[in-house]
């Protein structure tokens, strides 16, 4: 059996490609735990696109 560790949203968002291909990005929450998404590389561009237009320089 894996050891439960607890899981919080302290901690950096992270960002890591899976041996499937698929880029994983993890986004600490308030009030504890992790938003996980995965996402393909069409999907990917396509989110940075998105923030890229609303992200002040």
Sequence with gaps: ???MKPRTGDG???AERETRGLIVLRVP???GGRLVVS???TEA???F???EGVVKK
Excluded: Q, S
Aim: charged share 35%; hydrophobic share 50%.
């Design 39 to 41: 996402v393909n590389d």
């Design 12 to 14: 950096p968002m992270e």
């Design 29 to 31: 929450l308030e009030g």
């Design 45 to 47: 561009k396509e989110l």
């Design 1 to 3: 059996m894996a050891a």
């Design 49 to 51: 696109k998105v923030l």
